[in-house]
Each structure stands twice: as structure tokens, then as C-alpha cells.
């Protein structure tokens, strides 16, 4: 995926302030202090660079997975169509970009970030933006680990923050955003074991106060993925050149791999299952995973059935699956052994 292209020329006028030298040293610090397994043991972002580092190198990925996710809530729920959306944690205002790209409806915004610089980083970005809610959109210096204001809301999201606070304080956020969400309330985290743990945690605290999941799970039974395996999926981003001077890489793309959850009181449309897996094509065959209501399942398309198998060949990882898949097998747990990824 390419981000929007008033995103792109932002991020590059925002960009030129910064040396690439000075970038590449901030970003390699920033992905050790990610990876470093520091939940809720204060600021991940330290100085001015850090941030334009987070911008050059970050954002894209952790746009792409916000706007995956959203993109799934737009399917299971159609006529969906927020006004409002608030965002905790919102960093440079990343799931805002993604969510007025796909919901043309949203009128205001609320923004929630404890970081100034981030805040002045964001406020310049949005400057530049075609949509009104992006220039209009109020951001709040609030703590999330401490009270702060949260007002109902169309659209709530916290995305890649919970693993930057401890447990009780990502327990009292998910809850107070819960309060706030009058539509949909989106959780976002890298697609780790750990990130993956963080959305289940929620997933099951949420459920049992009468959530709903509209997405990716196409029901509201306790997760089926258990043992080594987790749930997550993937999305393939754009380098730009910056970005890839930044990183020091040749290609020009990257796989970002999320895990998420989107909760509501709403109802979604039926789901038969979701691809949780890269489908398998092999000679004649499509060997496709899924998660579906009766839990775990495998199924392969063959040539013989010409329709399913056209369909089967085009499916992608977190694609709805387009046919009922009752016959397939269980499918085996993967080897776990991830690890936590900036
Ligand atoms: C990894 S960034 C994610 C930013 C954005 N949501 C995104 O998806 O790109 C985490 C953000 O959460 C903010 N943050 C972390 N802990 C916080 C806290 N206790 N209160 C408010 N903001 C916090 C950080 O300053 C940072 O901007």
C-alpha cells in the first residue's frame, strides 16, 4: 500500500528538517528500544530526532496496519459511517490519516498524546491535509496512565500504545475507551506474540461487558488460536526513498505485521471465516487456513471445482472467506518463537 498522497508530501516537508545521518542513528536507537521488553517503563521517544525518526520509519508501517484494520470494520459493518473519532495515543495522528481515508463522514477529531514534540510533529503533518477533519483535529496533552478526559465518540482507537503502558493502566484505558465508543473501538498492536496477548487480554475483558467483535474474528467465542500460534496478519508498505536511506535498505517495501481487534455494541454482517494464514498455492492446489464460527479450519480448492478454486487463488491473508468452509480439516498450530518488533 502507498500512503495518501498529501501524507507522502507532508511527511517530506516535515522530513527535510532532520540530516539522514542524524535519522538512521535516531531510528536504529528507536527499533533496540522497541524491541527491548520495557512495557509501561516510561517514554519510548526521547528527543526531536527520535520523533522524525518514528515519522520516517514507523509511521507507514503502523498507518498501513490501522488502515487494514479499519478497512476490515468497514466490510463486517457497511453502514458505519463515524463523525467522530477519538485516538489515545495517537502519536502523529497516524490512525486519523488512515480513518479519514476510508470514512469520508468524520467531521471531528480528538487526539490524545502526552508528547508535545509528537503533538507539534502531528499538528504539522495534518496542516497539509486534503481532509477538513485532519486540519480541524484538537490534540490533547493527556496521560493516559494517569484520569483523562474521554468523551463519547464515533470511533475510538488505541493503536500500538498498549504495550507502552503496564497492565493495569492498558486494563483502564481499553475500559475507558469502551465507555466512550458509541459505534466502533479499534486495538492495535504489532503482530507479536506479546502484541498479539495485549489484544486477547481486551478482546475477552471487553466481551464480558457485552462487546461485540465486528472484526477480524467472524465470531464472539474465546479465540481458537491457543499454544505457540497467535493471531495476526500483514500488510505490505511502500518505502519511500528517505525511508529506505533511513533504514539503510534496499528493498522497497516492508511487511508490517499487526494484530488488532474491533469491538462494538453493532452488530456485524455474518462472516463464514477469515484466511488467518498466507494461502498455499501448489500445483492445482489452493490450501487456504481460516478461522470461522466452528473454530479452526483448513480447506483446499482444487481445480476440479473451477469456481472455488478462481476464488481461492485470488483470496489474501485477512481476506472474509467467500465460501463456507464446514468440510475443512482442523488446522495444526504453527512454531511460535516471534519476537516483539518496533
Ligand atoms: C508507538 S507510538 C504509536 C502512535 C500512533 N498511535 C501510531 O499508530 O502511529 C505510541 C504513542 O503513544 C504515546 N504514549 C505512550 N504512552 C503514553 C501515555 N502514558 N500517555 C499518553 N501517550 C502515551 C507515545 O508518546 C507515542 O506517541
Do not use: N
Request: hydrophobic fraction near 45%.
Amino acid at each position: 500500500m502507498q500512503l495518501p498522497q498529501d501524507l507522502q508530501e507532508a511527511l517530506a516537508g516535515v522530513l527535510s528538517q532532520g540530516s539522514v545521518k542524524a535519522l538512521r542513528a535516531a531510528a536504529e536507537d528507536l527499533s533496540r528500544r522497541y524491541r527491548a521488553p520495557a512495557s509501561g517503563k516510561g517514554p519510548l521517544l526521547r528527543a526531536r530526532e527520535d520523533i522524525l525518526a518514528y515519522l520516517a520509519v514507523r509511521l507507514p508501517a503502523t498507518f498501513a496496519a490501522s488502515h487494514a484494520a479499519l478497512a476490515q470494520v468497514k466490510a463486517q459493518l457497511p453502514h458505519f459511517t463515524p463523525r467522530t473519532l477519538l485516538d489515545a495515543g495517537a502519536g502523529p495522528g497516524t490512525a486519523l490519516w488512515a480513518a479519514a481515508a476510508l470514512f469520508p463522514s468524520l467531521e471531528a477529531a480528538t487526539l490524545l498524546e502526552r508528547d508535545r514534540e509528537m503533538i507539534a510533529a502531528g499538528r504539522r503533518l495534518a496542516a497539509g491535509a486534503s481532509a477538513p477533519v485532519l486540519r480541524a483535529a484538537a490534540w490533547d496533552e493527556a496521560h493516559l496512565d494517569q484520569a483523562f478526559s474521554a468523551p463519547p465518540h464515533d470511533l475510538t482507537v488505541a493503536a500500538y500504545v498498549l504495550g507502552e503502558l503496564g497492565q493495569g493502566a492498558q486494563d483502564a484505558l481499553a475500559d475507558r475507551l469502551w465507555r466512550a465508543t458509541e459505534g466502533v473501538m479499534l486495538l492495535v498492536e504489532p503482530g507479536t506474540p506479546q502484541g498479539f496477548a495485549r489484544i486477547l487480554r481486551q478482546r475477552d475483558r471487553l466481551l464480558a461487558q457485552g462487546a461485540r467483535t465486528i472484526a477480524p474474528c467472524p465470531h464472539d467465542d474465546a479465540c481458537p488460536i491457543i499454544g505457540s500460534d497467535w493471531c495476526h496478519f500483514a500488510e505490505r508498505v511502500s518505502r519511500s526513498a528517505l525511508h529506505r536511506r533511513v533504514k539503510g535498505a534496499d528493498l522497497g517495501y516492508e511487511d508490517e505485521k499487526f494484530s488488532f481487534v474491533a469491538l462494538s455494541r453493532l452488530a456485524p454482517l455474518p462472516l463464514a471465516g477469515r484466511v488467518i494464514r498466507h494461502p498455499q498455492v501448489r500445483g492445482g492446489h489452493v490450501h487456504v487456513a481460516l478461522c470461522t464460527p466452528r473454530g479452526l479450519e483448513s480447506t483446499v480448492a482444487t481445480r476440479k471445482d473451477k469456481d472455488r478454486y478462481r476464488l481461492a487463488k485470488d483470496l489474501r491473508w485477512g481476506d472474509p472467506t467467500p465460501w463456507d468452509a464446514a468440510e475443512g480439516a482442523p488446522v495444526r498450530p504453527r512454531d511460535g518463537g516471534g519476537k516483539e518488533q518496533p
